[in-house]
């Protein structure tokens, strides 16, 4: 198989070369961006990490010291009403301080929950996490190492068209098409079998007179 250019027209070449670059310019851009992109990823990430496993455990932490402080406030005021409100015989229904009681408990209840929640979850979304930038730094080498890889052979790409199309021809003019180029060689083989043959030996092999 022949490794040599057949063009047929420099404006194919012109084109294929405008092609080569428009191609080389978007994946620069497309490496650019992609590589902010990953970057806001993991910091995206790394925040909702921290949010669930610091953030929200603190908070929550700190809601489960709170309504326990509201449930023993709570008790005291009903055993206070108990004790103090008492006329007679007449035991005191403390209506309001047995639903402030139950209402601090159902808080705290949700706040353990909440709590344990966050701490069943930490090591899950931690492990997540970590696989998910074992992937990001795998594609970062895509991004970091094959895309600049690319981007050379496309500019080998376009200089190797570039002295494609300054080659000068046989005649020595410079510029000159190659497909005009091609076009001497046939010509001067023609010329050269167009010529008479020469005439053959006389018979009995003698010296020609």
């Given at each position: 198989m022949s490794t040599q250019a057949d063009v047929k027209?420099?404006?194919?070449?012109?084109?294929?070369?405008?092609?080569?670059?428009?191609?080389?310019?978007?994946?620069?851009?497309?490496?650019?961006?992609?590589?902010?992109?990953?970057?806001?990823?993991?910091?995206?990430?790394?925040?909702?990490?921290?949010?669930i496993c610091v953030d929200q455990a603190g908070y929550w932490k700190a809601e489960c010291r709170r309504m326990t402080e509201l449930v023993n406030k709570a008790l005291r005021d009903?055993?206070?009403?108990?004790?103090?409100?008492?006329?007679?015989?007449n035991q005191?229904?403390?209506?309001?301080?047995?639903?402030?009681l139950e209402k601090a408990r159902q808080r705290l209840a949700r706040a353990e929950q909440k709590a344990e929640a966050v701490r069943r979850w930490t090591p899950v979304v931690q492990q997540q996490f970590r696989?998910?930038?074992?992937?990001?730094?795998r594609f970062r080498e895509v991004i970091d190492v094959d895309c600049p890889r690319s981007m050379a052979q496309l500019e080998r790409m376009l200089k190797a068209l570039d002295a494609y199309r300054t080659v000068a021809s046989p005649t020595g003019e410079p510029g000159s098409s190659?497909?005009?180029a091609a076009a001497v060689g046939?010509?001067?083989?023609?010329?050269?079998?167009?010529?008479?043959?020469?005439p053959p030996p006389p018979a009995g092999g003698g010296a020609a007179p």
């Open positions: 027209s420099i404006d194919t070449l012109a084109f294929v070369k405008a092609a080569f670059a428009a191609f080389k310019a978007a994946f620069a851009a497309f490496a650019h961006e992609t590589g902010q992109a990953l970057s806001e990823c993991e910091m995206q990430g790394q925040r909702a990490v921290d949010w009903l055993e206070y009403c108990k004790a103090y409100k008492k006329v007679g015989d005191p229904s403390c209506i309001e301080e047995k639903k402030a696989e998910a930038c074992v992937r990001l730094v190659p497909a005009a046939p010509s001067m083989t023609r010329q050269l079998d167009d010529k008479p043959a020469a």
